[in-house]
């Protein structure tokens, strides 16, 4: 973290900036959807959001979770996803570099990476935390991707 200054006698949050290259691991994982805290309260004085970045490798997926009571947001800096969800996480959308994609407080789902080439990369907010609920032992659909090159 790299600290930024205020007012002499200030009450106010100190600015900070966060290098790109030395993020934390954010607390709440799930399998090959690999998060890193930018404005978190583990690097920052935040408090009720997270915002971080998440990584998944070419031909990958997450395991199946929901984000408890926390809205998500995110964008996508780079590649080509989907999310699945709904009955046996039968519903499937695709989303792609530039995309903004919201997910609804505890609806599970499947982060997936619908590339054969690239990894995915996208930039997720959550409110009021980096909350991450796995789920054991779901009954996952078998569906055909559209894996692109």
């Known amino acids: 973290m790299v600290a930024g200054s205020q007012p002499q006698g200030s009450d106010l949050k100190r600015i900070s900036v966060q290098r790109g290259d030395a993020l934390p691991l954010a607390p709440g994982q799930t399998s090959k959807a690999l998060r ?21 490798a070419v031909g990958e997926h997450s395991d199946p979770h929901h984000h408890g009571e ?13 999310i699945r969800f709904g009955e046996r996480y039968g519903e499937i959308i695709y989303f792609e570099e530039g995309d903004f994609v919201y997910v609804p407080p505890f609806v599970p ?6 590339s054969r ?33």
Do not use: M
Request: glycine letters at 10%; aromatic letters at 10%.
């Open 70 to 82: 926390a809205e998500t947001g995110g964008f996508v800096l780079q590649g080509r996803g989907y």
């Open 36 to 56: 890193y805290s930018g404005v978190a309260v583990e690097n920052t004085d935040v408090v009720g959001l997270w915002f971080g970045r998440v990584h998944t």
């Open 109 to 114: 789902h499947i982060e997936g990476n619908a």
């Open 117 to 149: 080439s690239e990894e995915l990369i996208w930039l997720t907010t959550r409110t009021p935390d980096n909350i991450v609920v796995n789920l054991a032992d779901q009954d996952v659909v078998e569906l055909e991707l559209d894996y692109v090159d």
